[in-house]
Each structure stands twice: as C-alpha cells, then as structure tokens.
C-alpha cells in the first residue's frame, strides 16, 4: 500500500542552525512533491513545490530536494528562526490525481 | 492564489445531530477536496467535490455519514451526520490550482461532539 513517512514527530534545533526535515515515500509515483506549514489550529500553507523531474527548488531560506530513486524528499530551513516553529507537511499528488496524500508531519521546534 | 472562507471555525455539537460546513472560493475551482484531521495527525481526504456531479467519497468514508453539495465553482458544503465523540476532528476543504501551484487550504472547523 502507499505509505508517506516524514522522519520524525518532533524536532528541536538552536536558532540559526539548518533544519532538515525528511519525507520517505514507498509505492507511489508521484508526479509533484509538495512542503506545507501549518501552525495550530489553522490549515496547511503551501511553501514549496518540485516535480519528478526536478533535483532541487529554492525560496528564500528553503530548500527542497526530490530523489525518486531513493524515494525522498528533503526540506531544509537555513539560518532557522523561532518563527519557523511549527508542523511542515510533506504531501504528494500522482499524475493522474488530482488530490494531495499527506505524510504524517513533524514538528520543528527552533530554540532561541 | 485563491482564499478560502470557512465556516463555522469552530462548534461543540451534541451526539446525534449534524453539522454543516462551508466553503466559499474567492474564483471559480474545477474540484474542492474535504480533509479530516484528527487529534494530533494529519490530513486524511474525505471526498472530492466537482461542480454538477456527486462526490467521489475516499475508503471509509460514506455519503449518508458526510454528505457533501457543490452547487456552483465557488462554493461547497460538507455535512456531519448523525455525529458521535468519534467525529471530533478539524475539518478542512481545499482547492486545487492550476498545474504546478500548491493547494490552498481554509482555516479549518474545529468540530467537538459531546
């Protein structure tokens, strides 16, 4: 069955580190990967997007990387602020779909 | 990208009843996607709503328990019928843009059944 792992429930890291955040994938071909933030009690924000063909997408301080061989996915947040705490959502679509399968979330916490 | 209003943002509804949630896009969607979220996880799609058509409803989840009205590209509702404690959860309805642009999400209804 199709299965979306993201690394772990939480992680805690010192203000200004890089946060990396990871989203495994089995038995699925997804055509886009998406990143989403969602803080509590609101829905998912979009943040990034990177196609199947695409390595790597940048915006600001993120950065996505998308290996369908490995099946992962990587999220990093440079020189991280307190602000960046929150759940990042890894969700992917298929070529077919058109809705979004979501993996489990983490929570990162950035410590000042 | 699109806004979403949701509503109500949240309620405490009592066993047996039914509960109606709306959503109202600020430009006209092809398809609006209902997720539940439970206490502590993530998203979990409920249906798929098209304009003129009846939903296509996800494993486990059934019309008579979550009826769900898309009667123009702007609009949807999603219905929680006959609730028990079981169906607490926040309930989020999304839009789908165009080819390569992420989804837009409401702020969700937290929904608590007594």
């Known amino acids: 069955s199709q299965k979306i792992e993201q690394n772990s429930e939480a992680l805690n890291i010192q203000e200004g580190k890089t946060a990396t955040l990871t989203c495994n994938y089995t038995?699925?071909?997804?055509?886009?990967l998406q990143w989403y933030r969602q803080d509590p009690g609101r829905g998912p924000v979009f943040l990034l997007l990177i196609r199947e063909n695409e390595k790597e997408k940048r915006k600001e301080r993120l950065k996505v990387t998308f290996d369908t061989t490995l099946k992962q996915s990587l999220f990093h947040i440079t020189a991280s602020q307190p602000a960046d705490s929150a759940t990042y959502l890894c969700a992917l679509r298929s070529g077919s779909a058109r809705q979004l399968t979501f993996g489990s979330g983490t929570q990162l916490t950035v410590l000042p | 990208s699109a806004v979403i209003s949701q509503k109500p943002s949240r309620d405490i509804c009592q066993r047996g009843t039914s509960l109606t949630i709306q959503c109202q896009v600020d430009?006209?969607?092809?398809?609006m996607f209902w997720y539940r979220q439970q206490p502590g996880q993530s998203l979990t799609l409920i249906a798929t709503?098209?304009?003129?058509?009846?939903?296509?409803?996800e494993s486990g989840f059934v019309i008579d328990k979550f009826p769900i009205s898309r009667p123009n590209l702007t609009f949807s509702t999603l219905t929680v019928s006959n609730m028990s404690p079981e169906d607490s959860s926040i309930y989020l309805c999304?839009?789908?843009?165009?080819?390569?642009?992420?989804?837009?999400f409401g702020s969700g209804t937290r929904l608590t059944v007594v």
């Open positions: 999304s839009v789908a843009p165009g080819q390569g642009y992420g989804y837009t």
């Open positions: 709503a098209n304009q003129g058509s009846e939903a296509t409803y």
């Open positions: 430009s006209q969607v092809t398809m």
């Open positions: 038995n699925y071909s997804p055509a886009y």
